[in-house]
């Protein structure tokens, strides 16, 4: 996992005045003194910290003139809890390069700082939580710039039950753009997050997987689609393995529909060939040659209940299925952005996010005991992650 980033700093000399009363009315906690003129009230008042190199501070109290409640500030990386920014940071730190709750606890107290399990949890995901809420912040400023969203879906273990994470990202920068839990891949729990990302940003084009549901919500949105090529090498080369296995050892026999075509078992081996070709190659006239051979084996008759498809019907859904996604595969080749970017047509950059900010952290875990724990360390492992980022570590465990 690659991560630059600074350890916030205490600096018991550097305050920041106030500029509005914090006081809020204990009947309706939802409304704020609007007081913004203050008195300072006292001095030097003694803090006690736990922070890598200070036991003590000094903070201020003023007084609202307005509401004339006081209250404290602190020095810059200090707040009103006991722990430092840089203790918080620190202990979040240790916790996302692998160590656990009950770890990075050891090791701090070791080095005589003390601070216990529940509190690197409690700090981990408060950190969470704002790395999302600055996420937001920072999509909310991304409108019309992101033109290629790529989505793809992991799977993490959660009391021991499986959990599916669907990943969005910026395909031409490789930033990470959200983290969701969903029920499964079907359009259906996928099409309203996705469109809410894709209005937020004003993506134009969706780089998934061969999945059909994603298919489906690709046209739904409105959104030209690039299918991963990588994928589809894949699934192709393993199904067209497995034809030319049964055609050797044990061929179907050409069915009474496709008899008196010409149609024979090499002539058979000699198209998957040219499917492995057409797919990976991808020629300027691939769709037309797909086209082909989908009418040559169009006729092949579907299983009955209770029997197997045979090879011959398993190479029609095939090659009819190519030849009417070919767009989809093919997109990549003649698209370019307003500034001349290139797609290469696969969604490599989505899985490197899923590597690195979802399944780098789990891997050296038992499981989550909670959902909400599966978003908030994979969107605080992102936010940290992303280009420039050094000095975000003070903004999510700054309280």
């Known amino acids: 996992m690659h991560l630059s980033v600074r350890l916030p700093k205490v600096e018991p000399l550097h305050f920041e005045p106030p500029t509005r009363c914090p006081r809020r009315d204990p009947k309706n ?59 918080k940071g620190l202990s979040v730190l240790l916790y996302i390069l692998g160590l656990s709750y009950q770890g990075v ?24 939580r704002q790395a999302i809420r600055l996420r937001q912040q920072w999509l909310q400023q991304q409108a019309g710039q992101v033109k290629v969203l790529g989505m793809d879906f992991t799977h993490v273990k959660c009391n021991g039950e499986d959990q599916m994470v669907a990943v969005a990202t910026a395909i031409l920068t490789g930033e990470p753009l959200d983290f969701e839990i969903v029920q499964s891949e079907s359009a259906q729990h996928a099409e309203r997050w996705i469109r809410n990302i894709a209005r937020m940003v004003g993506a134009e084009i969706l780089v998934t997987d061969d999945a059909d549901g994603l298919k489906t919500v690709a046209d739904n949105l409105g959104l030209q689609h690039q299918i991963c090529r990588a994928h589809v090498n894949r699934n192709v080369h393993d199904l067209l393995g497995a034809l030319g296995e049964k055609a050797l050892e044990h061929p179907d026999p ?86 001349g970017e290139k797609l290469d047509g696969t969604n490599n950059v989505t899985e490197q996010i899923i590597g690195q900010r979802v399944k780098e952290r789990y891997r050296t875990m038992r499981g989550y005991k909670r959902t909400e724990s599966i978003v908030n360390v994979s969107s605080l492992t992102a936010w940290l992650g992303m280009q420039g980022h050094a000095d975000e570590l003070s903004r999510v465990v700054a309280t």
């Open 29 to 87: 906690p939802k409304q704020r003194c609007t007081g913004t003129h203050f008195k300072e009230h006292a001095l030097n008042v003694p803090k006690p910290l736990r922070d890598t190199r200070f036991h003590q501070v000094t903070a201020r109290r003023y007084r609202c003139l307005k509401c004339q409640q006081t209250f404290r500030v602190y020095p810059t990386g200090v707040s009103h809890n006991q722990q430092s920014d840089t203790l």
């Open 105 to 128: 606890s050891d090791l701090l107290e070791s080095l005589g700082f003390s601070l216990g399990k529940t509190t690197v949890y409690e700090n981990v995901q408060a950190a969470g």
């Open 254 to 339: 050409v069915p009474p529909e496709l008899q008196g075509t010409g149609i024979t078992v090499d002539q058979f081996l000699e198209d998957i060939q040219t499917v492995e070709c057409v797919v990976t190659r991808l020629p300027a006239d691939g769709q037309s040659q797909m086209e082909q051979l989908a009418a040559r084996y169009q006729y092949a008759r579907p299983p009955t209940q209770g029997h197997r498809a045979t090879m011959w019907y398993r190479m029609r859904l095939l090659t009819l299925d190519w030849s009417e996604n070919w767009a989809r595969l093919a997109f990549y080749q003649k698209w370019r952005g307003p500034k």
